[in-house]
């Protein structure tokens, strides 16, 4: 049994709208060994895991995995295969972690057998890839030994599955987002708004482009800086406070033992000693009476940086959290302690609270454990009790003194019981600090009553404030914090989300993002664009290569200056790591034939259609679907698709097809091409209007009107924007002044007209889009004497699909120039030009005229030589910059060529 690969799919792809990891898992012996066939296998596991009991499966009630453990199989086998319950482990190792997922899917591979493609869910892509190397462990722990896919014996001697369980949990705390940040991008997924995590702490980015805001626990984007910094220092909060008239402890700042012995003296005890700048309770030594003690304190906190020397206030312990200058909620912090029984030492008393299963290490629950601390250590001191002593029946003993519960305190809400004088005091402390978000800590002992009944007071107010005490309290109300952080981020009306607009198809997919960025800067707006060539920020380039995947359109969403996102989106991503978006604004579909066949599991045209359905699927229900209705594949997806569709095609008026007539007859938006008494006219239908927009001879992309191809991307572009709702005057003004020009569209039709001869320079790498050029060159041919082509073909295109290349080059073309591009991917040299070769010569093509010459930029010299007055040379190219570069310089003096 192996692992073949193991992918991680981070947004939504063929395998489901949520992320997922895919392991593809080859069996080998042990296909024939199904859970039930092994002696004792269901049982061990069960026993290692009893919480798969509670797994439905294919039942959809608890006990269901157990009965598939052993279930009769429609083939009289009995039990499941190995991929299924390593698919059930990984989902269970996760929850177990306080993850919550639940979606899994394992099924047998087409034409291989023994070979699985298990898939689950995840949250945490280091945990969720953690849990699935453990679960393959420990299936191959329970195999018979005997079994080669068995753990071999020394390391099964050493597995110890309990404690890489407990590892494996532990360091999943480390991380999963904290309980804070967590409820706060759950409360946003709640309202749509996006959440992506920038770092491996708590860094989120909520919203996309300009309109996003950021958070770190509950440190947000309007979190100001100097605020946290004068939280942070501890003295100057307190003096603040103090100066408006909010009752605060007196207190000294201390930098040595001797300082802190004489401030306490000055200031009366009980004394406080604590960090300046410190938080979670940490150095803090409370209602400390003698000097010992202070001393003792002072070291304590000192570690920490300079200490403050504070009169301690007697009472409970209250946290208010303001939010955007609200008191929103009110804890009660009980500090850890322990009742005693009379049978029971401290010691053990502390492991019976412990065992709470609402306990866990740091946030991993709602309660963390209790631990014995330094503060533990001086409660006990000064009780005379040691952790062995037995606790008398009732009494109550404190292990800390301060009642955080990162150290093992409770909380009981008291939102409802805090006195509207200390409210506004609190409120008031927030606004003088200048904090959006704080944590006022207060010392009463009444909360229901003022302040000044009571001789209570702030003693701290904190940034960054956690929510775990309000999300959860011990006892009392939950209450939704989050939702008020929410509403200050984005107050209603303001929006979370740029326009996304997604681009797929196996030919076209360049030109038409290009095309509908344009118009969109015609509209107006600074665009993200992703493309083959690299990812464009209002037209500028910011990163050349091949920009089309999920990591790209993340890139541009994460970018502060965008308000609107074209992303050409190509087969390869989404079948590496899916979709680099949850849902687009307009989703497009622009052909689908047969590319990349071969490649990624994807052997039909079929399967493509199926993988690229996938941007239509994903649409926003306010959003729209933009499709090829000429296209059947493409057409055909109309029924998965969301949000309106809208179709283009090349065929409008009396040739129009039924399905558009059918879909325009029913009040649906479809942009045709209609002949006209001066050519072809771009026409929109949506209801009962007929907009006639554009004379495709009028679009400087389509060569006055003869690349077809082009008048196709054209049509697909005003569908796309017709659909996101832009002006029809920038459409149409879009569209005039976009070009095909190496500047604004590298290696899509350029054009150099500056030789005796034309030469076009274009990436057609496919069948069907060397068909398109060879119509346009059909339309050209009257305007020239010769055409010379030079054409190579991708190594990872299957033989039948090179040798296609070869015909159809050879059909447009007098002179035929085979190349080689400069990535062979997996062939040797020369044997891609060599099947071109042969091809060509089998379709009839004269040998005399086939020239071979490998290299791209050899190649395209040579055939520039050739040309004479008059000639068309079309260069197939792969690497645009380099070949544009030879064309330009063709003919210049030798300073002014680049070099080799």
């Known amino acids: 049994m192996r692992v073949v690969e193991t992918r991680v799919f981070r947004g939504p792809s063929p395998h489901g709208y949520s992320p997922v990891i895919r392991i593809t898992l080859d069996l080998e012996e042990v296909e024939e060994w199904p859970s039930a066939r092994i002696p004792g296998f269901n049982e061990r596991l069960l026993a290692l895991m009893p919480t798969l009991h509670e797994h439905g499966c294919s039942y959809g009630e608890p006990g269901g995995f157990a009965r598939r453990l052993s279930d009769e199989n429609s083939d009289g086998t009995r039990g499941t295969w190995m991929g299924h319950v390593i698919e059930h482990i990984a989902l269970e190792l996760q929850c177990l972690a306080g993850i919550d997922v639940s979606y899994g899917k ?241 010691r053990e008393l502390i492991e019976i609270v412990n065992s709470d299963p609402r306990r866990g290490f740091g946030h991993e629950k709602v309660l963390t454990r209790i631990k014995v601390t330094h503060q533990s250590e001086l409660l006990l001191q000064r009780a005379g009790y040691t952790l062995d002593t037995i606790l008398p029946a009732g009494e109550v003993f404190y292990l800390a003194s301060t009642a955080n519960l990162s150290t093992g305190g409770t909380a009981i809400d008291r939102t409802a019981e805090i006195h509207y004088e200390t409210r506004e005091l609190a409120r008031r402390a927030a606004m003088v600090v200048g904090l959006d978000i704080a944590g006022i800590d207060i010392v009463t002992p009444d909360i229901t009553r003022p302040l000044r009944e009571t001789g209570g007071g702030i003693v701290e107010v904190n940034a960054g404030p956690g929510f775990r005490m309000h999300l959860q309290p011990s006892e009392g109300r939950p209450r939704n914090v989050a939702r008020h952080v929410i509403d200050m981020l984005f107050p209603p009306g303001v929006p979370a989300r740029i326009p996304i607009i997604s681009i797929t198809g196996t030919n ?232 095909t020009s190496f500047y604004q569209a590298p290696g899509r039709l350029n054009v150099f007209d500056e030789h005796p001869f034309r030469v076009i320079v274009d990436y057609a790498h496919n069948p069907a889009a060397l068909r398109a050029m060879a119509d346009l060159i059909r339309r050209l041919r009257p305007h020239h004497r010769r055409v010379i082509a030079v054409a190579a073909a991708p190594g990872d295109r299957r033989d039948v699909d090179i040798r296609e290349d070869a015909r159809i080059a050879a059909s447009l073309c007098d002179v035929l120039l085979l190349k080689e591009d400069d990535d062979l991917r997996g062939r040797e040299p020369g044997v891609v030009a060599a099947m071109m070769h042969e091809e060509a010569l089998a379709a009839g093509f004269p040998a005399g005229q086939i020239i071979t010459i490998l290299n791209e930029r050899a190649a395209t010299r040579h055939a520039l030589t050739l040309a004479e007055p008059q000639d068309l040379v079309v260069i197939f190219a792969d690497n645009i910059t380099a070949v544009w570069k030879e064309v330009i310089y063709f003919g210049k003096a030798p300073g002014g060529r680049p070099a080799e």
């Open 508 to 739: 076209g997919k360049t030109t038409t993002t290009r095309m509908v960025a344009h118009i969109l800067k015609m509209d107006g707006r600074r665009v993200g664009m992703t493309t083959t060539d690299g990812i464009y920020i209002d037209g500028q380039l910011y990163m050349r290569g091949d920009m089309t995947g999920p990591w790209s359109a993340r890139m541009v969403l994460k970018d502060p200056t965008v308000d609107a996102a074209v992303l050409e989106t190509a087969r390869g991503g989404i079948l590496r790591e899916g979709l680099g978006y949850d849902r687009s604004d307009v989703g497009a579909v622009l052909n689908v034939s047969n590319d990349h066949l071969g490649l990624r599991g994807v052997n039909t045209v079929e399967e493509i259609a199926f993988v690229k359905s996938l941007v239509v699927e994903t649409v926003r229900k306010d959003g729209a679907s933009v499709l090829n209705a000429d296209d059947p594949l493409v057409a055909a997806m109309a029924d998965a698709a969301r949000g309106r569709i809208v179709y283009f095609s090349m065929h409008g008026g009396e040739s129009a097809s039924g399905l558009v007539r059918d879909h325009i007859a029913r009040g649906g938006i479809a942009v045709v091409l209609q002949t006209g008494v001066r050519g072809d006219m771009i026409a929109i239908y949506d209801g009962d209007q007929y907009i006639p927009l554009l004379w495709t001879h009028l679009i400087p992309a389509t060569l006055e009107g003869k690349a077809l191809h082009n008048v196709a991307n054209a049509l697909a572009a005003t569908a796309i924007c017709y659909a996101h709702g832009v002006n029809i005057e920038h459409i149409k003004q879009g569209l005039r002044t976009f070009t």
């Open 106 to 346: 394992t099924r047998s591979v087409p034409n291989r057998p023994g070979v699985y493609t298990v898939v689950y869910a995840y949250q945490e892509e280091r945990v969720g890839l953690e849990a699935g190397e453990l679960a393959l462990k420990l299936v191959r722990s329970l195999l018979p030994p005997e079994l080669p896919s068995a753990l071999p014996p020394t390391e099964r001697a050493a597995f110890d599955f309990e404690r890489e369980r407990d590892a494996l949990i532990s360091r999943a705390q480390d991380i999963v987002l904290g309980p804070t940040t967590a409820s706060l991008v759950a409360e946003a997924k709640k309202r749509d708004i996006p959440a992506i995590r920038l770092d491996e702490h708590s860094l989120v980015q909520l919203g996309y482009g300009k309109y996003q805001q950021r958070i770190r626990a509950s440190v947000t984007s309007k979190t100001s800086n100097i605020a946290v910094e004068t939280a942070s220092d501890k003295e100057l909060t307190i003096r603040l406070l103090s100066d408006v008239g909010i009752p605060t402890p007196r207190h000294e700042l201390a930098r040595s033992e001797e300082e802190a012995v004489a401030a306490a003296e000055r200031l009366g005890f009980p004394i406080v000693t604590k960090p300046l700048d410190a938080s979670h309770g940490r150095g803090i030594s409370l209602n400390l009476t003698t000097i010992e003690e202070v001393k003792r304190g002072y070291h304590i906190a000192a570690e920490y940086g300079p200490v403050l020397i504070e009169t301690f206030l007697t009472g409970n312990d209250y946290r208010a959290l303001v939010i955007n200058n609200d008191v929103i909620a009110v804890a009660e912090r009980v500090p850890a302690h322990v009742v005693g029984d009379g049978q029971h030492t401290i």
